[in-house]
Structures are given as structure tokens and as C-alpha cells.
């Protein structure tokens, strides 16, 4: 799947975030070895803890269904009804989260729109990462 398909995927399913107190809505589509897209959305809460973001929400999505390895993630976000002139970075949680699976070479596509993007990797954005490496024997 290449670059425009991803965050496409991304855009489609930020539709249906639940943001009712922020209005920020992100979506993600994080592209398994498999090949296979898993889709998530920021679903927020009224007590804010239980909040989840879109790339957790992805990430659950993939990891219940028995993927371990990921290629790739597209992360789309604006406030409702606005497009967004900043692209929209996973926060620290999120990049951790992400690093247990992908670490550092995961390609991270930060999306304002299908045709403006960049892409990194999540070892730019958590140089020197914690992950399993850290806690084997």
C-alpha cells in the first residue's frame, strides 16, 4: 500500500472519532507486515483518563487480531468542520506504544492532506526509545 492510500484510509476513519469536548479529531492507519491496514480513531471521555487515541486504538485493533510487526502508520488530525495547517504528531504515549512493535525504523506519515505530508521515522520522534531490548536478560 503506498503513502496515499494510508493516509486516505486515515481521513476516512477520523470521521468517526468521538471528540465531543476537544473537537480535535485524529485518525490513523497503521500498515501491518501482513500487509494488512488497521484502523483507529481518538475516542474521548467525559473523566479524560479513559480517553484513547487513534493510533492506540489501531494498534489494539491489530495486536487483538494477532498482528506483531508494522510497517508503517498515517496520522491525520484537525479540529471538526477545519483542516488542519500543522500535521499531527502521535503523543509520547502513543510513540511508546508504537515502539514496542516497531520500533525505531516504523515510518511515521504526519498528514495535512493526501497531497501535503512528511514522513519520519519513530526514531526521530523517541530517540532513544525503551522497548524490549531494554528488559532481556
Do not use: W
Not at 510487526?69 to 488542519?84: P, R, T
Not at 519520519?120 to 522497548?131: E, K, N
Amino acid at each position: 500500500m503506498d503513502d496515499k492510500a494510508l493516509i486516505s484510509a486515515a481521513f476516512a476513519v477520523r470521521e468517526n472519532a468521538y471528540t465531543p469536548y476537544s473537537h480535535f479529531k485524529v485518525g490513523a492507519a497503521l500498515l501491518g507486515k501482513s500487509g494488512k491496514v488497521y484502523l483507529g480513531c481518538n475516542i474521548e471521555n467525559a473523566s479524560f483518563s479513559p480517553t484513547i487515541c487513534a493510533e492506540r486504538a489501531a494498534l489494539a485493533q491489530a495486536v487483538s487480531g494477532g498482528e506483531r510487526e508494522f510497517v508503517a502508520i498515517a496520522i491525520v488530525g484537525s479540529l471538526e468542520h477545519q483542516k488542519n495547517t500543522l500535521p499531527t504528531s502521535p503523543c509520547g504515549v502513543c510513540r511508546q506504544a508504537l515502539f514496542e512493535f516497531g520500533g525505531n525504523a516504523l515510518r511515521v506519515i504526519l498528514a495535512k492532506s493526501e497531497e501535503d505530508y512528511q514522513v519520519c521515522t519513530l526514531g526521530d520522534l523517541l530517540p532513544l526509545g525503551f522497548g524490549p531490548q531494554n528488559i532481556e536478560p
